[in-house]
């Protein structure tokens, strides 16, 4: 018997095998046309079954069950083994931290580079995944701060409405955060939030500068509460005092309640801009050679400008020219235009004294054309000048009113002369008045004095 055999190994027909012999009997023809004819039925009947058993295979549940099974465990073992390999990574590469740390670079190294050959970019994903966390952790502290907090309020609400400083208020709350602020959204680099206290109080005295620009302190104090309170420091406060008044400084008790408090109300100049006045009066004219009954008449008009600094020094201009050339020639303590007059300025309470001096000009000599012809000296003058600080329209300390202007000149021959004028008392009723030739000086900010800073405040 011969056996058929599918690619399964199961036996499927069975048929006689012919031998030999049968083709030498006598009945040749009738037994190959027998033969011939079962061959092609079973043939056939072979094909259908193939054809019909690759049907049911293809429809069998259990085959896709298995596929499907086969398929998820093979996805399981790669995830698990891809998580394992970033976790031994990542273990690989704090060890490596903690021998870096510990001063043994060698021992880092080694692991530094084991972590990288599992994962080339295992420093960037440890990065990631530790700021993750710790934004989450800020994020649930801060939600969890602000319910403790309203709870409190809600506790203590007696407590509150003794404490109606606002100061306490916020102290409480900050100290209670453990921190200055939070981000509101999420940073890819280091947050101002992430510096301690010192550090920003080092950045504020930067801010107010040598210049005492404290109106920058005012405008960072109203960006929240953490840089309120960061705003109120009293010892930048104190320096500022004490940088202003000098000696006379003094403590802030019992007429004040703070340093901030004492400078804002006590009298003071104010150093970032100028204090400038517009003077015009007439000027007769000469008479014309050909009608001496005609008299011109001249309307001038000209600028002063006065600067201030923390040290002690000023700066005075007097000048026609445009606002803008004259206020950029006020910047520096040392300036360029020769007309500027420099001197030294000393404030006792509400009054100002001022004493200023023409620069030398150096390398500009002056030849005769004639030695027997007089040169003429117009001496060295030396202004003393007295104001008084006011407020004006609700602007503290925006004004200053002329108290006396005094000019000493001092001649070649040692002669010396002095001019002075200044408001009369019931005494001095001779001496001319000044409120009506010199008007007060009117405060005006400016922009480009402030832009940079090249000194913290000390």
Same mark, same amino acid.
């Given at each position: 018997m011969?056996?058929? =055999?599918?690619?399964? &190994?199961?036996?499927?027909?069975?048929?006689? *095998?012919? /031998?030999? @012999?049968?083709?030498?009997?006598?009945?040749?023809?009738?037994?190959?046309? &027998? /033969?011939?004819? /079962?061959?092609?039925?079973?043939?056939?009947?072979?094909?259908?079954f193939r054809e019909q058993w690759q049907r049911e295979l293809?429809?069998?549940?259990?085959?896709?069950?298995?596929?499907?099974?086969?398929?998820?465990?093979?996805?399981?073992? =790669?995830?698990?083994? @891809?998580?394992?390999?970033? *976790?031994?990574?990542?273990?690989?590469?704090? +060890?490596?931290?903690?021998?870096?740390?510990?001063?043994?670079?060698?021992?880092?190294?080694?692991?530094?580079?084991?972590?990288?050959?599992?994962?080339?970019?295992?420093e960037f994903r440890l990065y990631e995944s530790t700021?993750?966390?710790?934004?989450?952790?800020n994020h649930d502290g801060f939600d969890n701060n602000v319910n403790d907090i309203d709870d409190n309020a809600e506790a203590h609400t007696e407590e509150d409405e003794e404490e109606c400083d606002l100061f306490v208020k916020l102290c409480k709350i900050v100290n209670h955060n453990k921190c200055v602020c939070f981000p509101k959204f999420e940073q890819n680099t280091i947050h101002i939030s992430a510096l301690?206290?010192?550090?920003v109080l080092y950045i504020l005295r930067w801010v107010v500068s040598s210049e005492l620009d404290l109106r920058s302190l005012e405008m960072f104090s109203r960006v929240c509460r953490g840089f309120y309170i960061s705003a109120?420091?009293?010892?930048?406060?104190?320096?500022?005092?004490?940088?202003?008044?000098?000696?006379?400084? &003094?403590?802030?008790?019992?007429?004040?309640?703070?340093w901030r408090e004492m400078y804002l109300q006590r009298p003071r100049l104010r150093y970032n801009g100028c204090y400038i006045s517009k003077t015009s009066y007439i000027r007769d004219g000469e008479n014309s050679f050909q009608d001496r009954f005609y008299r011109p008449w001249h309307l001038v008009e000209y600028f002063r400008y006065l600067r201030f600094f923390p040290e002690g020094k000023v700066l005075m201009l007097t000048s026609t020219d445009d606002a803008q050339s004259c206020v950029n020639s006020l910047k520096y303590r040392i300036p360029r235009n020769p007309l500027v007059l420099i001197g030294h300025y000393r404030l006792h309470d509400n009054c100002v004294t001022l004493v200023l001096k023409k620069q030398e000009v150096k390398g500009v000599t002056t030849y005769r054309k004639n030695k027997k012809e007089p040169m003429h000296d117009s001496g060295e003058q030396t202004f003393h000048i007295e104001f008084e600080i006011q407020?004006?329209?609700?602007?503290? *300390?925006?004004?200053?009113?002329?108290?006396?202007?005094?000019?000493?000149?001092k001649?070649?021959?040692?002669? @010396?002369? +002095?001019?002075?004028?200044?408001?009369?008392?019931?005494?001095?009723?001779?001496?001319?008045?000044?409120?009506?030739?010199?008007?007060?000086?009117?405060?005006?900010?400016? +922009?480009?004095?402030?832009?940079? /800073?090249?000194?913290?405040?000390?």
């Open positions: 011969q056996d058929f =055999v599918d690619g399964d &190994g199961d036996k499927l027909l069975q048929h006689p *095998n012919h /031998s030999s @012999e049968s083709s030498d009997s006598d009945d040749g023809g009738d037994d190959q046309e &027998g /033969s011939s004819f /079962s061959k092609t039925n079973i043939k056939n009947a072979l094909t259908s293809e429809i069998s549940p259990k085959r896709e069950r298995s596929k499907a099974q086969f398929m998820k465990t093979v996805q399981v073992d =790669v995830s698990n083994d @891809e998580e394992s390999i970033e *976790n031994n990574a990542k273990n690989l590469f704090v +060890k490596g931290i903690e021998y870096e740390e510990k001063g043994k670079l060698y021992e880092a190294i080694q692991f530094y580079k084991r972590a990288v050959l599992l994962v080339p970019d295992i700021k993750l966390k710790s934004n989450e952790d301690p206290m010192e550090i109120r420091d009293t010892e930048i406060w104190r320096l500022a005092c004490v940088r202003v008044w000098g000696v006379n400084c &003094g403590t802030y008790a019992p007429k004040y309640q703070s407020d004006h329209h609700r602007r503290l *300390n925006s004004q200053l009113k002329w108290l006396s202007y005094t000019i000493f000149t001649y070649r021959n040692g002669h @010396e002369a +002095k001019m002075c004028l200044k408001e009369p008392s019931v005494r001095e009723w001779r001496v001319s008045a000044i409120g009506g030739r010199y008007p007060p000086l009117k405060f005006s900010r400016v +922009k480009s004095y402030t832009q940079e /800073s090249e000194a913290p405040l000390q």
